[in-house]
């Protein structure tokens, strides 16, 4: 589970003015009210984009594990979970090279480009 929190600042993501924070937990309660925990903003502009150019556009392209939230509250499987083409987040971060440490040298060796599919 993800603990990169994207906010659109207004717009939808990915765009550059999205507010980006890292936690050291994920939304729950006993991370929120029985525990410390860190919660900081992405302020490196590097990092800021690696990580909606890469992470956030990948994660909202998953077809193979994403459900859908409907307006009853209730969660659906996305259609096009069981295609054999889905795409898969899980795949596409294991078989990509890792974005750490790569800085500005990531247009030399970066992971397949995403588009977002909206």
Not at 68 to 83: T, V
Not at 99 to 109: E, H, V
């Amino acid at each position: 589970h993800a603990r990169i929190y994207c906010f659109g600042a207004g717009d939808s993501l990915p765009n550059s003015q999205a507010k980006i924070y890292v936690s050291s937990a994920d939304l729950m309660p006993r991370n929120l009210n029985r525990r410390v925990e860190v919660f900081c903003p992405v302020e490196n502009p590097t990092v800021h984009r690696q990580i909606l150019d890469y992470i956030m556009v990948a994660n909202l392209n998953d077809e193979a594990q994403s459900w859908k939230l409907q307006a009853d509250g209730q969660y659906m499987r996305a259609d096009s979970a069981h295609k054999d083409d889905a795409f898969n987040v899980h795949t596409y971060m294991m078989t990509n090279p890792s974005l750490s440490g790569r800085g500005g040298a990531i247009k030399y060796n970066a992971p397949k480009e995403l588009k977002h599919r909206k």
